[in-house]
């Protein structure tokens, strides 16, 4: 699906110049996120990247394609809670811990995340800040922002990119209470859920490209109960349809 979302938008990309931040903005960058700390390992050309905002921009595609994903969100029985400007910084605990990623997983590694100290560093994905809201009590969300992995730059990767995730709470009474991975796996309650997550992701492809065909893949991702991933086909495609 992001891809063809990436295909979509790539004649609106291309007419978007890059902005250049003033010479006392990249310094104010450069102080906080080039720490001088032994773990720190943040260069000046990955500090000016942060803080551009560019998916709160509403001409720039990011910020397109963000508004009509909310847009779709907001038309729900849900109701979704919209944050978009937390905070790119976090601690361990957030982008590792909370999560259950184990001390050992590449992710933590100097050669794949950018931190500022040995406690706190550049978000690797939006998903650091999932028990921040869970524990507010926010019970279905959408979180967006800029997120940084040390990457190689290369024709798709880039160090410094951008997420768009959601999460949805169901009630104990639907989906059961606590059993083993193999007993979730094969309980109504998994089932009911990805029957949930099939048609809420099926309703925002339509929604972003007009009635079109789509194909599932069920995956099994490490760490994850169960994983689905969406392979989309239009047709027309959305570019023809300008």
Same mark, same amino acid.
């Given at each position: 699906?992001?891809?063809a979302?990436?295909?979509?938008?790539?004649?609106?990309?291309?007419s978007?110049?890059?902005?250049?931040r003033?010479?006392?903005?990249?310094?104010?960058a450069?102080?906080?996120?080039?720490?001088?700390?032994?773990?720190?390992?943040?260069?000046?050309?990955?500090?000016?990247?942060?803080?551009?905002?560019?998916?709160k921009?509403?001409?720039?595609p990011?910020?397109?394609?963000?508004?009509?994903?909310?847009a779709?969100?907001?038309?729900?029985?849900?109701s979704y809670?919209?944050?978009?400007?937390?905070?790119?910084?976090v601690?361990?605990?957030?982008? %590792?811990d =909370?999560?259950?990623i184990?001390?050992?997983?590449?992710?933590?590694?100097?050669?794949?995340?950018?931190?500022?100290?040995d406690?706190?560093?550049?978000?690797t994905?939006?998903s650091?800040?999932?028990?921040?809201?869970?524990?507010?009590?926010h019970e279905?969300?959408?979180?967006?922002?800029?997120v940084?992995?040390? =990457?190689?730059?290369?024709?798709?990767? %880039?160090?410094? %990119?951008?997420?768009?995730?959601g999460v949805k709470?169901?009630?104990? #009474?639907?989906?059961?209470?606590?059993?083993?991975r193999?007993?979730?796996l #094969?309980?109504?309650?998994?089932?009911l859920?990805?029957k949930d997550?099939?048609?809420?992701l099926?309703?925002?492809?339509?929604?972003?490209?007009? =009635?079109?065909e789509?194909?599932?893949? =069920?995956?099994c991702a490490a760490?994850?109960?169960?994983?689905? #991933?969406?392979?989309?086909?239009?047709?027309?495609s959305?570019?023809?349809?300008?």
């Amino acid at each position: 699906m992001l891809l063809a979302v990436a295909r979509a938008l790539r004649p609106v990309a291309r007419s978007v110049r890059t902005q250049v931040r003033p010479r006392s903005t990249v310094a104010e960058a450069e102080s906080r996120f080039i720490t001088g700390h032994p773990d720190c390992n943040v260069t000046p050309y990955i500090a000016n990247l942060v803080g551009r905002d560019l998916h709160k921009k509403s001409a720039h595609p990011l910020g397109i394609i963000k508004d009509r994903i909310e847009a779709y969100f907001a038309g729900l029985e849900t109701s979704y809670d919209v944050f978009d400007g937390e905070d790119p910084v976090v601690t361990t605990t957030q982008c %590792f811990d =909370d999560l259950n990623i184990p001390p050992e997983h590449p992710g933590r590694s100097k050669s794949d995340t950018y931190y500022l100290t040995d406690t706190e560093l550049l978000r690797t994905h939006t998903s650091a800040h999932q028990s921040q809201h869970l524990r507010q009590g926010h019970e279905a969300f959408l979180c967006t922002g800029d997120v940084y992995r040390r =990457d190689e730059i290369d024709a798709s990767h %880039f160090p410094a %990119f951008h997420q768009m995730e959601g999460v949805k709470l169901f009630p104990p #009474a639907d989906v059961g209470g606590a059993m083993t991975r193999e007993e979730w796996l #094969a309980s109504p309650g998994c089932e009911l859920i990805a029957k949930d997550l099939k048609k809420t992701l099926e309703g925002l492809c339509d929604h972003l490209f007009g =009635d079109c065909e789509k194909r599932w893949i =069920d995956e099994c991702a490490a760490g994850a109960a169960r994983a689905h #991933a969406c392979l989309l086909y239009t047709s027309p495609s959305p570019r023809d349809r300008t």
